[in-house]
T-cell receptor
Framework: SQTIHQWPATLVQPVGSPLSLECTVE??????LYWYRQAAGRGLQLLFY??????ISSEVPQNLSASRPQDRQFILSSKKLLLSDSGFYLC???????????FGSGTRLTVV | RKEVEQDPGPFNVPEGATVAFNCTYS??????FFWYRQDCRKEPKLLMS???SGNEDGRFTAQLNRASQYISLLIRDSKLSDSATYLC??????????FGAGTQVVVTP
């Protein structure tokens, strides 16, 4: 069966520090991968999505970047965090051609 | 205008009662529709897909009205464990989903 792993679960980082969140999927190949952010009391905002290795599409210009160095690995990064980067970051995957997403357990990031 | 709009609630429901709520979407080209459930401080989980003819999954019934561009979810015989935020989800362009901000349901004893 397919599983998605996301870590760390919680993170407290100072303003201006770098960020790296990792997501991996097991049990499938060539998945579509997504990074979402959910601010407190808000809906999910799509940040990046990827249809294959090295293929990244950005939805919203911001202080973040994403990379997909391997088929089932998706990384969210920032060189310098802002207070506004705080939120609940969720990685998700779906099979090619199917819209149903499965989410990882999320990373709760607090920038202080 | 938001692409997917939901009444944030909360809908306070006595245990055993029925609750229903809608969401509206703006993209008339959307083809796929879902309801997700999100528990407090947890990731969203797929509750059910929504089909054009309407569909049931146990105590949950989903309806789609393409002409009016709204989706509904009905929960019968509410359980305490149904307390959660329900996210309305609509396909956007390729492979991407638009999420509503969610409707909070609180089932009380």
């Amino acid at each position: 069966s397919q599983t998605i792993h996301q870590w760390p679960a919680t993170l407290v980082q100072p303003v201006g520090s770098p960020l790296s969140l990792e997501c991996t999927v097991e049990g499938t190949s060539n998945p579509n991968l997504y990074w979402y952010r959910q601010a407190a009391g808000r809906g999910l905002q799509l940040l990046f999505y990827s249809v294959g290795i090295g293929q990244i599409s950005s939805e919203v210009p911001q202080n973040l970047s994403a990379s997909r160095p391997q088929d089932r690995q998706f990384i969210l990064s920032s060189k310098k965090l802002l207070l506004s980067d705080s939120g609940f970051y969720l990685c998700a995957w779906s099979p090619q051609g199917y819209y149903g997403y499965t989410f990882g357990s999320g990373t709760r990031l607090t920038v202080v | 205008r938001k692409e997917v709009e939901q009444d944030p609630g909360p809908f306070n429901v006595p245990e055993g009662a029925t609750v229903a709520f809608n969401c509206t979407y703006s993209n008339s080209a959307s083809q796929s529709f879902f309801w997700y459930r999100q528990d407090c401080r947890k990731e969203p989980k797929l509750l059910m897909s929504v089909y054009s003819s309407g569909n049931e999954d146990g105590r949950f019934t989903a309806q789609l009205n393409r002409a009016s561009q709204y989706i509904s979810l009905l929960i019968r015989d509410s359980k305490l464990s149904d307390s959660a935020t329900y996210l309305c989800v609509v396909s956007a362009s390729w492979g991407k989903l638009q999420f509503g901000a969610g409707t909070q349901v609180v089932v009380t004893p």
